[in-house]
């Protein structure tokens, strides 16, 4: 909206300072602003009201015992970085862009289907929340519809060709079934990736604001025919504004750690982690760069093969089990590290896994 009134200041009133507000980058950096300004003002009576409801975090009894303390703390905070993400978006985005509205349905769609589970869970006391089946229907329905919209709408090849980095031209066509069944697996399971991931104060997070950092700068070379050409990726219309939306992830995740970090006033919940993983999965997608989120979403990865190794392996052993307990970071909790130390240890492994990623920019 503010872009809008800025080109009606700038063309009809003839105020050309306002012609800076076109700038993708300028806008970009507002957004992160504004939706950090949005979570610290917002946050306080969020959480007050959040707490005044009980909406509080039921804890793991076989899980370590140091969690015990966090029992009733109030979750769903990811409501907050959802209204932070949408009202900074309608503010600075480009409205008339299909790549930003495509980002907010996926985005407060999951944030749906995780506000129900959390929400049958904290107020109705149902330990399994939304049932696995439907919560993975509706995740899927969301999947396949994005998938088969980006799989219709794309206008030349390389909008759904497989890109391996570090190699100049090693591109591998899917075809039109190809593109949505990568899509569908590439949205749905960076979705529970992240949530899964979700376990310990700030350790989501953080590793989802640097991974959105990057893909704003993949989304602003592949809008910009100059940069895409001269780093050999491919050309993609309009993917350029999606760095706003990325912004704005970016600044709500900020403010939102202000409340995570250790010990936590507030968890994020599904209604969070369900979003912003399944907004990760989207852009990459519509960027081509999803080995690239593979790469820089290591410690999701790593996460989500760690429940799957777990169990696989308990279910064919006869009760044996890979780990201490999955996911992972309860692992290396249980093995000794104190909570700080496997957050920020797994913050700094998703910083090199992100810096690698960048590196695909230019190596190649």
């Given at each position: 909206m503010l872009l809008i009134l800025s080109q009606w200041l700038a063309q009809d009133l003839h105020l050309r300072a306002f012609n800076?507000?076109?700038?993708?980058?300028?806008?970009t950096v507002l957004a992160a602003m504004t939706a950090l300004i949005i979570s610290f003002i917002a946050g306080p009576p969020v959480i007050r009201w959040l707490a005044a409801k009980k909406v509080g975090q039921a804890v793991r009894l076989d899980g370590p015992q140091t969690h015990l303390v966090k029992s009733?703390?109030?979750?769903?905070?990811?409501?907050?970085?959802?209204?932070?993400?949408?009202?900074?978006?309608?503010?600075?985005a480009d409205l008339s862009n299909r790549?930003?509205?495509?980002?907010?349905?996926?985005?407060?769609?999951?944030?749906?289907?995780?506000?129900?589970?959390?929400?049958?869970?904290?107020?109705?006391?149902?330990p399994k929340g939304l049932a696995s089946r439907w919560k993975y229907f509706w995740q899927s329905l969301i999947g396949l519809a994005v998938a088969v919209y980006l799989a219709m709408s794309a206008n030349i090849p390389a909008q759904t060709e497989l890109i391996v980095p570090f190699f100049k031209s090693v591109n591998y066509?899917?075809?039109?079934?190809?593109?949505?069944?990568?899509?569908?697996?590439?949205?749905?399971?960076?979705?529970?990736?992240?949530?899964?991931?979700?376990?310990l104060d700030g350790l989501a997070i953080m590793p989802t604001v640097m991974i959105a950092g990057a893909l704003a700068i993949f989304a602003y070379v592949a809008g910009s025919a100059?940069?895409?050409r001269y780093l050999l990726m491919p050309y993609i219309p309009g993917a350029?504004?999606?760095?706003?939306?990325?912004?704005?992830?970016?600044?709500?995740?900020?403010?939102?750690?202000?409340?995570?970090?250790?010990?936590?006033?507030?968890?994020?919940?599904d209604v969070g982690a369900l979003a912003l993983g399944g907004a990760l999965g989207t852009v990459a997608v519509i960027v081509r760069q999803e080995i690239v989120l593979a790469i820089m979403g290591g410690v999701f990865v790593a996460e989500t093969l760690s429940v799957a190794a777990q169990v696989l392996y308990?279910?064919?052993?006869?009760?044996?089990?890979?780990?201490?307990?999955?996911?992972?970071?309860?692992?290396?909790?249980?093995?000794?590290?104190?909570?700080?130390?496997?957050?920020?240890?797994f913050w700094i492994i998703t910083i090199m896994l992100v810096l690698v990623g960048l590196s695909t920019l230019k190596l190649r």
């Open positions: 800076v507000f076109g700038y993708i980058t300028l806008r009733g703390t109030p979750t769903m905070g990811g409501a907050l970085i959802l209204i932070a993400i949408g009202v900074t978006t309608l503010l600075w790549y930003v509205w495509v980002l907010l349905i996926v985005t407060l769609g999951f944030g749906a289907i995780g506000w129900y589970d959390d929400w049958r869970k904290v107020v109705y006391r149902d066509p899917l075809g039109i079934v190809g593109f949505i069944v990568l899509t569908y697996l590439v949205v749905v399971g960076t979705s529970n990736a992240v949530n899964l991931t979700d376990g100059v940069f895409s350029g504004e999606l760095a706003i939306f990325l912004g704005a992830m970016a600044g709500a995740g900020l403010g939102f750690l202000w409340f995570n970090a250790y010990p936590a006033e507030v968890f994020m919940g308990f279910k064919y052993s006869g009760g044996k089990r890979i780990f201490r307990m999955a996911p992972l970071h309860h692992h290396y909790e249980l093995g000794g590290w104190k909570e700080t130390q496997v957050v920020v240890r």
